[in-house]
């Protein structure tokens, strides 16, 4: 379907004016945490890294770093292992009910997050589990599975079959043709699955408020200081780390997402 050139134009703007609206809030977060003022506003008072050096004293916000990372890492490993399996079992093999299972490791992605948070607060309560890292991760492991299961699905789809068939008829077992064969071609789906999922767990915060109790990752934390109205120089110049931070690991993700298809489409 070939657009006229009226309706490029307007599709061009329109695509322009959603990027601005959704990302100017943004870009104004890095902005205002070089003020030399407490408060968010223009023009700047002038530029200063005061707000940038203060983090470094601050053990609470060391703290809560630390916890997110804990979190993170362990969702990201976890999510992925579960990924791999969920994404062999869905592209690799027919059984009853397949395509509701599908759909429900995908589910988490459209019910309302605090739905979910607050489910799991009951069960985990409960089930007599007290509110910990623990629960922060088995809260991140839904939502990250699905996103897990998502690129490694496409990287199963990418390669022969035939490949781990020949293994096996050259008498490797199954767990052999797994660690030298499919984990080998699936590398850098694995990789970007690991980053996206750690990413993910890093900036999510309805599921760690909820679940954290005494041990407060860093969106909880960020939370907790917006409360004070001296504290929000410092929120700026932590928020403008974690944008940065965030962004790095989407781009290395999807560069390995696309390495991936490039080595996938070259493979005769």
């Known amino acids: ?9 307007l599709l061009s703007s329109y695509v322009i004016i959603y990027v601005a609206i959704l990302y100017f809030p943004v870009l104004l977060l890095p902005v205002f945490s070089f003020n030399d003022s407490a408060t968010p506003k223009l023009p700047l008072v002038g530029l200063t890294f005061k707000w940038y050096e203060s983090l470094a004293g601050n053990t ?12 993170g890492v362990s969702a990201a490993f976890l999510s992925t292992v579960l990924g ?21 490791i995908m589910a988490p ?9 607050i489910s799991l607060l009951v069960v985990l309560l409960g089930l007599g589990m007290q509110l910990s890292l623990i629960t922060v991760i088995l809260g991140h492991l839904l939502i990250c599975v699905p996103y897990s299961v998502t690129v490694l699905i496409s990287g199963f789809e990418g390669f022969d079959p035939s490949m781990e068939e020949a293994s096996r008829d050259l008498g490797e077992t199954a767990f052999g043709t797994l660690r030298r ?9 694995i990789v970007s699955s690991l980053l996206v999922t750690f990413t993910i767990s890093l900036d999510e915060f309805i599921l760690a408020f909820f679940l954290s109790g005494a041990e407060p ?17 410092n929120v700026l110049a932590l928020g403008s780390i974690l944008i940065a931070a965030s962004l790095v690991l989407l781009t290395a993700a999807e560069m ?13």
């Not at 060391?62 to 997110?68: P, T």
């Not at 860093?218 to 001296?230: D, E, H, S, T």
């Not at 696309?258 to 493979?267: D, G, H, L």
């Open 1 to 9: 379907m070939r657009f006229l050139p009226t309706s490029r134009r």
């Open 60 to 71: 609470a916000m060391h703290g809560a770093a630390w916890n997110s990372l804990i979190v």
């Open 84 to 104: 791999i399996c969920a994404a062999r079992a869905i592209t690799r093999h027919r059984f009853r009910g397949k395509a509701a299972a599908g759909s429900l």
């Open 109 to 117: 992605l459209i019910l309302p997050e605090i739905i979910i948070a």
């Open 181 to 189: 064969v499919t984990l080998p071609m699936l590398m850098p789906s």
């Open 217 to 233: 990752t860093l969106p909880v934390y960020i939370w907790g200081q917006l409360r004070f109205a001296a504290k929000l120089p």
């Open 256 to 268: 390995f997402r696309r390495r991936a298809e490039r080595k996938m489409a070259v493979r005769p």
